[in-house]
Structure formats: structure tokens, C-alpha cells
């Protein structure tokens, strides 16, 4: 059974950078999706962005230009960087997986189709 833990979360200021991490393993399949979402209070979890083993990688356009998906396999780990952040950005952040699945005709922004999801990682940008 496959297990994701994510990391990086914190505090910071208007304007400030975080990295996000989430590591993967127990996981068979080489292909595979990992996405970030978020959740806001009172707010439904939205997709940011999403990677696939490839990768070739899928931006929200409300965080492109600030924003950046990357992975190191080697690690089996996909980092989310965060640069100007806003007190909006403020939610908990989610990792999720989806193994075993072709990069073509995926609904990346799509919570149903992950499979399997990290605990998650508060982010609080203040004003």
C-alpha cells in the first residue's frame, strides 16, 4: 500500500517563499501523477498543480508565475515552490497520487481520481 507524506509547510509574510515536499513510497507503478491541492477555510479543495513521471507538468492559472512543480524520482519526491505568496494563498496543502495511469486523458484537477492522498501541510501567509 502506498503512503504519501508531505512537508514544508509554515509561516511567512506577504511576499515570502515556501517549498512544499511530498514524498512517495511503497508504490509499485512508474507511471504516475502527483498533484497538489489546497484547501481554504470554508473553501472546497482546489487542484494548483500537478506532475507527471515524465514530467510534464500543469499549472492553475491562478498560480502561475508564482508557482513551480518539480520532482526528483530518484527521491520519488515532488516539490511544489511557492514564491510571492499572498495571505489568499493561505490554506492546507495536499498532495495526492494517481499510479499506474497514462498522462493522456487524466483529469488532473479532478479529487476523485487520486488514489491516495497525504495528511496534509498547513501554509499561513500573513499580511
Known amino acids: 500500500q502506498g503512503h504519501l507524506v508531505e512537508s514544508g509547510g509554515g509561516s511567512t509574510q506577504a511576499g515570502g517563499s515556501l517549498r512544499l515536499s511530498c514524498t512517495a513510497s511503497g508504490y509499485s507503478s512508474s507511471r504516475r501523477f502527483i498533484g497538489w491541492f489546497r484547501q481554504g477555510p470554508g473553501a472546497e479543495r482546489e487542484a494548483i498543480a500537478a506532475i507527471y513521471t ?38 492546507i496543502y495536499y498532495c495526492a497520487a494517481r499510479f499506474d495511469v497514462r498522462f493522456g486523458g487524466f483529469h488532473w484537477r479532478r479529487p476523485l481520481d487520486y488514489r491516495d492522498w497525504g495528511q496534509g501541510t498547513q501554509v499561513t501567509v500573513s499580511s
Open 54 to 91: 515524465t514530467g510534464e507538468t500543469l499549472l492553475h492559472d491562478s498560480v502561475e508565475g508564482r508557482f513551480t512543480i518539480s520532482q526528483d524520482n530518484a527521491k520519488n519526491t515532488v516539490y511544489l515552490q511557492m514564491n510571492n505568496l499572498t495571505p489568499e494563498d493561505t490554506a
